[in-house]
């Protein structure tokens, strides 16, 4: 039995686990609860942990803290969905509390579980029991029990994965869509699969993947908070992040700092001193500064006359990043080149490519908000399992980033709607989220499986109406589910109807549909728009 493990066996740990999800990659996308063709747990959860796996890979014989620091690093930026977001930020606790070790034994191993939950459950702001955190959360307490017996890591990993198992199964009677769809929660179960394939590669049975998983290969970054502008009355809006280089107190560059301007926001960790500052003694900021460590960036912005220097950058090695042209910018994710010009149209900056099948990494969100030559950058995720990775972008840009939680692609294009360029970014805020709750959205789509959900008897193959987030019908005959939309929208009393029709929709057919609403809803303004999207024949908006 295995005692303690060092980096080298850390990296088989994760390169297994990341094998083992890809492996099981399709088995934990059909345990999403609707039967429609976008479970994308696994693929989420896949893409996110093979990014460490690369990385891993390249690095040659890593110690054990910098081990776990590339595969933190990695898979935060290679983060997609909701499930991979958090998988991410297990990893992140991980490697916080492996920082530094050279070995770890089944102690340390415990708390660094625990330290992955802690960042988990601090990152959701509502956290949900019958979910992955659910599981990792009992694994890591019972895991901490194990080691108080037995201080081999492998003893340690053994009860964890023991007592994973037993809050896996049990997801199903703590969730409620879960126990309607009589099955346990997909993230759950990837993370028992991570932490089975862990234990494979400590005692010498490291899973094999046929392929290895879409991987991006990234630089490390620091972890530190988000920022917020405020409205200001100094002239300089100064950014900076410094390496830490001495025992010097950040509390105390905070409190010269606090006398010299306002709209302070100063985020440390062991690692780095971020800091936001508005002042007109910009110089006396950083010459302050220096005495804590190196730079890594500075960035002083006159905000009276709306420009952007960038004084001291991070050489070669720093992202490509678009100066400051104005103070608003937004970036929108969508699929199809119809919806893409739609958003386009409306004064989007950048499309990012993605949504129901393909949610776009955190990299991704970062390197398309970096494009954008604004000093805040909006960003409309248009999807519930894009949120989560759009919120980590803040942290890997000196762009403040806004992300306006859009669920569908009509509440983005409601939003872009509200959207002004000559607004400050409090008010566009405050206008583009209110904005979400007036428009309905509805989706026709097909069954992936058959299954028996709320009510409904579903055949693969069946069309399927959603209504937001509800299963609204299902039917064999597509007519039948645009006639119950149309007549429910009339029922609400709406008055602009926005049909956007996909890609596997001939035009003929589309206009059908539009004619269907128009003659149903005779006081509703109808619209026809070719959206391009895949897997969803129609998507509807009506306000």
Same mark, same amino acid.
């Given at each position: 039995?295995?005692?303690?493990?060092?980096?080298?066996?850390?990296?088989?740990?994760?390169?297994?686990?990341?094998?083992?999800?890809?492996?099981?990659?399709?088995?934990?996308?059909?345990?999403?609860?609707?039967? #429609?063709?976008?479970?994308?747990? %696994? *693929?989420?959860?896949?893409?996110?942990?093979? +990014? /460490? $796996?690369?990385?891993?890979?390249? @690095?040659?014989?890593?110690?054990?803290?910098?081990?776990?620091?590339?595969?933190?690093?990695?898979?935060?930026?290679?983060?997609?969905?909701?499930?991979?977001?958090?998988?991410?930020?297990?990893?992140?606790?991980?490697?916080?509390?492996?920082?530094?070790?050279?070995?770890?034994?089944?102690?340390?191993?415990?708390?660094?579980?625990?330290?992955?939950?802690?960042?988990?459950?601090?990152? #959701?702001?509502?956290?949900?029991? %019958? *979910?992955?955190?659910?599981?990792?959360?009992? +694994? /890591? $307490?019972?895991?901490?029990?194990? @080691?108080?017996?037995?201080?081999?890591?492998?003893?340690?990993?053994?009860?964890?994965?023991?007592?994973?198992?037993?809050?896996?199964?049990?997801?199903?009677?703590?969730?409620?869509?879960?126990?309607?769809?009589?099955?346990?929660?997909?993230?759950?179960?990837?993370?028992?699969?991570?932490?089975?394939?862990?234990?494979?590669?400590?005692?010498?049975?490291?899973?094999?993947?046929?392929?290895?998983?879409?991987?991006?290969?990234?630089?490390?970054?620091?972890?530190?908070?988000?920022?917020?502008?405020?409205?200001?009355?100094?002239?300089?809006?100064?950014?900076?992040?410094?390496?830490?280089?001495?025992?010097?107190?950040?509390?105390?560059?905070?409190?010269?700092?606090?006398?010299?301007?306002?709209?302070?926001?100063?985020?440390?960790?062991?690692?780095?001193?971020?800091?936001?500052?508005?002042?007109?003694?910009?110089?006396?900021?950083?010459?302050?500064?220096?005495?804590?460590?190196?730079?890594?960036?500075?960035?002083?912005?006159?905000?009276?006359?709306?420009?952007?220097?960038?004084?001291?950058?991070?050489?070669?090695?720093?992202?490509?990043?678009?100066?400051?042209?104005?103070?608003?910018?937004?970036?929108?994710?969508?699929?199809?080149?119809?919806?893409?010009?739609?958003?386009?149209?409306?004064?989007?900056?950048?499309?990012?490519?993605?949504?129901?099948?393909?949610?776009?990494?955190?990299?991704?969100?970062?390197?398309?908000?970096?494009?954008?030559?604004?000093?805040?950058?909006?960003?409309?995720?248009?999807?519930?399992?894009?949120?989560?990775?759009?919120?980590?972008?803040?942290?890997?840009?000196?762009?403040?980033?806004?992300?306006?939680?859009?669920?569908?692609?009509?509440?983005?294009?409601?939003?872009?709607?509200?959207?002004?360029?000559?607004?400050?970014?409090?008010?566009?805020?405050?206008?583009?989220?209110?904005?979400?709750?007036?428009?309905?959205?509805?989706?026709?789509?097909?069954?992936?499986?058959?299954?028996?959900?709320?009510?409904?008897?579903?055949?693969?193959?069946?069309?399927?109406?959603?209504?937001?987030?509800?299963?609204?019908?299902?039917?064999?005959?597509?007519?039948?589910?645009?006639?119950?939309?149309?007549?429910?929208?009339?029922?609400?009393?709406?008055?602009?109807?926005?049909?956007?029709?996909?890609?596997?929709?001939?035009?003929?057919?589309?206009?059908?549909?539009?004619?269907?609403?128009?003659?149903?809803?005779?006081?509703?303004?109808?619209?026809?728009?070719?959206?391009?999207?895949?897997?969803?024949?129609?998507?509807?908006?009506?306000?």
């Amino acid at each position: 039995m295995k005692q303690v493990i060092n980096g080298a066996d850390f990296r088989r740990m994760i390169i297994s686990a990341a094998a083992a999800i890809e492996q099981h990659k399709q088995a934990l996308n059909e345990l999403n609860v609707f039967p #429609v063709p976008d479970g994308d747990t %696994g *693929t989420n959860m896949s893409m996110t942990i093979n +990014a /460490a $796996a690369a990385d891993l890979r390249k @690095a040659e014989d890593p110690e054990l803290g910098e081990a776990a620091k590339i595969a933190a690093s990695a898979m935060l930026r290679g983060a997609r969905g909701n499930s991979g977001v958090i998988l991410s930020l297990l990893m992140r606790g991980i490697s916080t509390r492996l920082k530094g070790q050279t070995d770890c034994d089944g102690v340390l191993w415990a708390a660094a579980l625990q330290e992955g939950v802690d960042a988990a459950y601090k990152a #959701v702001m509502k956290p949900a029991e %019958g *979910t992955i955190l659910t599981v990792a959360r009992l +694994a /890591a $307490a019972q895991a901490g029990k194990a @080691a108080q017996e037995n201080n081999f890591i492998e003893f340690v990993q053994e009860a964890a994965i023991g007592e994973a198992k037993t809050a896996l199964a049990d997801t199903v009677n703590q969730n409620p869509v879960l126990k309607k769809a009589g099955v346990v929660d997909a993230g759950g179960k990837g993370w028992l699969v991570a932490l089975e394939a862990m234990m494979a590669a400590l005692r010498g049975e490291d899973i094999i993947a046929p392929e290895a998983g879409e991987a991006v290969s990234v630089k490390d970054s620091a972890d530190f908070s988000d920022f917020n502008t405020e409205d200001i009355t100094f002239s300089y809006c100064t950014e900076f992040i410094i390496s830490r280089e001495n025992q010097k107190d950040p509390q105390l560059l905070r409190q010269f700092l606090d006398q010299l301007g306002d709209s302070l926001v100063l985020v440390d960790d062991e690692e780095i001193i971020k800091v936001h500052v508005h002042t007109n003694d910009p110089g006396s900021a950083l010459h302050e500064a220096v005495s804590y460590g190196s730079f890594v960036t500075v960035k002083i912005e006159n905000m009276r006359l709306q420009h952007t220097e960038k004084v001291m950058t991070e050489q070669e090695k720093a992202p490509k990043i678009a100066e400051p042209e104005k103070p608003l910018g937004v970036v929108s994710v969508c699929a199809g080149e119809g919806l893409a010009d739609v958003f386009t149209n409306l004064g989007v900056d950048a499309i990012i490519s993605g949504g129901q099948t393909m949610n776009p990494s955190t990299q991704d969100i970062l390197e398309a908000v970096n494009r954008v030559p604004a000093e805040t950058v909006f960003v409309l995720p248009n999807n519930k399992n894009i949120i989560m990775a759009a919120e980590q972008v803040n942290d890997l840009t000196p762009k403040n980033v806004v992300v306006i939680p859009s669920k569908t692609v009509p509440q983005g294009v409601t939003a872009m709607l509200n959207f002004n360029p000559e607004g400050t970014v409090d008010e566009n805020v405050e206008a583009m989220t209110e904005s979400l709750g007036t428009v309905d959205t509805m989706q026709i789509t097909y069954a992936a499986r058959n299954s028996d959900f709320d009510g409904y008897d579903i055949h693969e193959g069946d069309y399927l109406a959603l209504y937001g987030n509800q299963l609204f019908g299902t039917s064999q005959d597509i007519k039948v589910l645009l006639k119950s939309l149309s007549e429910k929208v009339r029922d609400d009393g709406k008055e602009y109807v926005t049909i956007y029709y996909g890609a596997d929709v001939k035009e003929k057919h589309a206009q059908k549909a539009a004619d269907l609403f128009a003659d149903i809803c005779p006081n509703a303004d109808v619209n026809l728009l070719s959206g391009g999207q895949p897997v969803y024949y129609y998507l509807i908006s009506a306000e």
